[in-house]
Structure formats: structure tokens, C-alpha cells
């Protein structure tokens, strides 16, 4: 079950993440999306975690403690993800998430910005897996707004044989909820008959 957009990412990820698999957390934050993708990998998988904040890498570090998963703390632009992430994980990545926006509790104006996003975005698309799960947590301030309108620009113009995209909405919460989208590789069986 889900209440809002980040547990509506985290049901995703429990249904589509097994032991072993390789991922990106491409905005750390405070964390809670690279933990739950720690314990879903587990000690034999993979995860990347990019922010260009030191305290955000600190607080994600304390929520990683106590998992075995092999973590790769960059502490970079995620728009710099294809350099950063081994090339032998190119092609093998099962799942990216971004959650945009500032880091709760800090400075404001340190935010993702359009033109990196939408850079960080289609470098981890080239990166997914067959079946690789991207998530995208857009929120609704003006720089979240460009982000938002700059990525349905990208994402609608995906090929519909080879991706799924979808977007969810909180339609009665109250404030100005973020909006989830969700793009799937479809996996390569798939691609001629979609
Ligand atoms: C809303 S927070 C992420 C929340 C986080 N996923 C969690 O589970 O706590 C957004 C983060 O994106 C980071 N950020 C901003 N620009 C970035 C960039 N170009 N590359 C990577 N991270 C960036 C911010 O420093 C901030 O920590």
C-alpha cells in the first residue's frame, strides 16, 4: 500500500528490485530511497548514490549503516552519471530514482535544475536495464515546475515500442503534492510486438 508519492515509489521499487541487482539513486537526500534500495539488493548488489551536497551524503551514509550492499558514494552531479557509474554497469542498471528538489532542512536555493535533470534523465535511460525501472519525483515550486514541463517534453516523445511511461497524481491531497513518473524499459522479448 501507498500514501504518497515517495511510498508509491517505494511499493515500485519492492515489486521490481531482486538480490544482486545493480542501481543509481541519482538525488541522496536524507537517504530513505538509497536505504530502501539497500535492503532490496541486498549484499550481493550494487548501489550508486550521487548528490552534490556533503551533508547529504553524511545522512545517507548513517541510513546505510548495517547493509552489506556494495555503495558507491559519488559526490557529483548525477548529469555526470554516465562517467561516473563503471562502464561494466552500463546497460545493467534495474532501477533509477530521482526524487528532485532541495534537501529538506537546508538551504533552498541548492536544488536540481532543468537543464542538469534533463541531462542526468537521459544519461540513466541509456544506462537501464532491459526491463530497468526509472522513477521521477517532480515537485511543484517554479524550478520543479521548468523540470516537470522540460521532462514530459522528453518523456512523451519515448518510443512507445520500447518504453512505458506513465505519471501519478495525489489528486486530493491537499498543498501542491508532487507528481511520480515512471518509465519502464520494456524488456527485449517484448519490443517487436508492443
Ligand atoms: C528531495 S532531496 C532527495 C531525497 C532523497 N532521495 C531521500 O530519500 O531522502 C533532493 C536532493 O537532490 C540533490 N541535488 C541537487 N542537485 C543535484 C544534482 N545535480 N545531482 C545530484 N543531486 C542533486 C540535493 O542536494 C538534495 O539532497
Do not use: K
Not at 28 to 38: I, L, Q, S, W, Y
Not at 104 to 112: E, L, M, R
Amino acid at each position: 500500500m501507498y500514501h504518497n508519492a515517495v511510498s508509491y515509489v517505494h511499493m515500485l521499487l519492492r515489486q521490481h528490485l531482486h538480490a544482486g541487482d545493480v542501481v543509481v539513486d541519482a538525488t541522496a537526500g536524507n537517504g530513505f530511497d538509497a536505504r530502501v534500495m539497500a535492503d532490496l539488493v541486498g549484499d550481493e548488489g550494487t548501489l550508486y548514490v550521487f548528490d552534490i551536497q556533503q551533508a547529504a551524503l553524511r545522512a545517507t551514509m548513517q541510513r546505510l549503516e548495517g547493509t552489506g550492499t556494495r555503495v558507491n558514494i559519488m559526490h557529483a552531479g548525477h548529469e555526470q552519471m554516465s562517467d561516473l557509474v563503471s562502464t561494466e554497469h552500463h546497460g545493467g542498471i534495474r532501477a533509477i530514482t530521482f526524487n528532485l528538489g532541495y534537501l529538506p532542512g537546508h538551504d533552498h536555493a541548492i536544488t536540481t535544475m532543468v537543464d542538469t535533470t534533463l541531462t542526468a534523465v537521459s544519461a540513466g535511460l541509456a544506462m537501464l536495464s532491459s526491463d530497468g525501472l526509472m522513477t521521477i519525483v517532480c515537485y511543484r515550486h517554479p524550478e520543479g515546475e521548468r523540470e516537470y514541463a522540460a521532462l514530459m517534453e522528453l518523456v512523451s516523445a519515448l518510443d512507445q515500442g520500447l518504453w512505458v511511461v506513465s505519471e501519478t497524481r495525489f489528486v486530493n491531497q491537499r498543498g501542491m503534492p508532487p507528481v511520480v513518473v515512471v518509465i519502464q524499459r520494456r524488456p527485449h522479448r517484448e519490443q517487436s510486438s508492443a
